[in-house]
């Protein structure tokens, strides 16, 4: 009798650990070229109605003071994945292009890596912008027949279908598991307007304007997919190609918004975000799945910024700037987490954090321990996310503009190591230079959120002490605690 006891409450243990709570699938999407005050949540006076993402922040907590760790997409999306300033690479400035090689060093430790190793099914759909390894044959020309010898699944994701950077830049084609979907390549010629691109390679048949809605399809499938197999937690990376040029809204949202073709392809954006958790609720999987919805940097010009504003709509809200600035506009970005039984419906936190956190808060999330050359710029948000901010380790953020001018903030205050925009609003640097401003900017956000007032010559303390913090933290190799590591490259600041 005593001996059945046991058993029964050796089984009961046993049974015990396999009914504890599952890990959550977590699904990532980002969106291109969104704007912060595209999102009707985040700005009371937009003229366009993000119905979906709002939806989204009443059902989890919205970020007000997020930031990507870029103004343009390669920078950010490498540190989405790496959880380091992609600065500490050899991109120190712009973007890379459709052919350039993979910035993700093999040995580099990725989220996707994280999540594997922790029982996850993981996948990347949509635009890459990172790099790859294209193979060329005899005459040194990129043979599209021939598999990539780096991408995606090279950095850790057990599925993958990409295009290779912009939907404007070129080649145009189809990456699944890093092989080019089409055998048959042709030239496309250069269109102009909203709807943008370069000339350049394309697979056959393949067409701009359904990209979006091909990526779209295609992570439905792999979220149904998981369902039916109900083996593994699963990790989606959704890096979305719109709103981006080429801004080609389909028929069904054309004129959608009453403004323009950018308001219509931001309308269509969000509709995306409906058409996953759509598919979640039909598969069941939505009470135990991660959305995190965000963008890579601000709105850019392509947008049309004079038809926008004419409307009373402005893509940075009240916040100066736009993609490619130091400024507010060029990186204060919409950010919001929905995990059902975990965060506090229709919450709000006005903390300030990076995209390059996502690592840590992952890591977190699974129960594992980073290594000290891992993550280096990355701090966990779970506590912020479970109520309990106060455990949350940042104390300040670097910024990074396209043309690889510094911005360091802390509390209050922004130190900006340039004379204008650092990007592509006025003043740019040359209009800057030409006009004698001064070196450096800074800016109290709380008091002038615009950043008009430059109190660099007024409080020089402030200027001297978030210099020497800048300098720390880009020659320790890590913006958090531990051993120093190295920078990929001499980094100018």
Not at 144 to 164: E, K, Q, R, T
Not at 170 to 192: L, M
Not at 402 to 410: M, S, V
Request: proline share 5%.
């Amino acid at each position: 009798m005593r001996l059945s006891l046991i058993f029964c409450y050796l089984l009961l243990t046993a049974n015990s650990v396999y009914s504890q709570p599952e890990k959550p699938n977590i699904i990532y999407i980002l969106a291109d070229d969104l704007g912060i005050g595209d999102v009707s949540i985040y700005n009371k006076s937009s003229k366009i109605q993000t119905k979906n993402i709002d939806a989204l922040a009443e059902e989890g907590m919205r970020f007000t003071d997020a930031h990507s760790g870029s103004a343009v997409c390669t920078p950010t999306r490498y540190g989405i994945l790496t959880g380091r300033y992609a600065w500490r690479t050899r991109l120190q400035k712009s973007v890379l292009w459709g052919y350039d090689s993979a910035l993700i060093a093999r040995d580099r430790f990725t989220l996707a890596n994280l999540f594997k190793n922790n029982g996850y099914n993981t996948a990347c759909i949509g635009k890459w912008h990172l790099g790859l390894g294209w193979q060329k044959d005899k005459s040194d020309s990129v043979d599209f027949s021939l598999p990539l010898s780096s991408g995606p699944n090279s950095a850790g994701f057990d599925y993958s279908y990409i295009i290779s950077a912009s939907l404007d830049i070129p080649p145009y084609v189809y990456i699944e598991n890093q092989s080019v979907t089409s055998r048959n390549i042709e030239n496309i010629k250069e269109n102009k307007g909203p709807g943008f691109w370069r000339e350049g390679s394309i697979g056959k048949g393949q067409k701009h304007s359904e990209a979006l809605d091909d990526f779209t399809n295609k992570a439905i499938a792999y979220i149904e997919t998981q369902a039916r197999k109900k083996s593994e937690p699963f990790f989606l990376y959704l890096p979305l190609t719109s709103p981006h040029t080429p801004i080609l809204p389909t028929k069904e949202f054309e004129g959608k918004s009453g403004i323009n073709a950018y308001a219509d392809f931001v309308v269509m954006t969000d509709a995306v975000l409906g058409k996953i958790k759509a598919v979640l609720k039909a598969t069941g999987l939505d009470k135990n799945t991660i959305i995190v919805f965000t963008s890579d940097n601000g709105a850019s010009p392509m947008s049309d910024f004079k038809t926008l504003e004419s409307k009373g709509h402005f893509v940075s809200g009240s916040y100066r700037g736009a993609k490619s600035d130091i400024y507010e506009g060029g990186h204060r970005i919409p950010f919001i987490v929905k995990w059902p039984g975990k965060v506090a419906p229709n919450s709000v936190s006005s903390q300030s954090i990076s995209l390059t956190d996502f690592m840590a808060t992952a890591a977190n999330i699974v129960g594992s321990k980073l290594s000290d050359n891992q993550a280096e710029d990355s701090f966990s948000i779970l506590p912020i996310l479970l109520n309990k901010p106060m455990d949350y380790k940042r104390e300040s953020i670097i910024h990074h503009s396209i043309d690889g001018k510094f911005a360091i903030r802390k509390g209050d205050y922004k130190l900006i190591f340039a004379r204008g925009s650092g990007g592509w609003s006025t003043p740019t640097e040359s209009e800057a230079a030409k006009s004698n401003l001064p070196p450096i900017q800074l800016y109290n956000l709380k008091t002038d959120i615009k950043e008009q007032n430059n109190l660099a010559i007024s409080l020089p303390a402030v200027v001297s002490d978030f210099s020497e913090l800048l300098r720390k933290q880009i020659e320790a190799g890590r913006s958090t605690e531990g051993p120093r590591q190295k920078n990929d490259v001499n980094v100018k600041y």
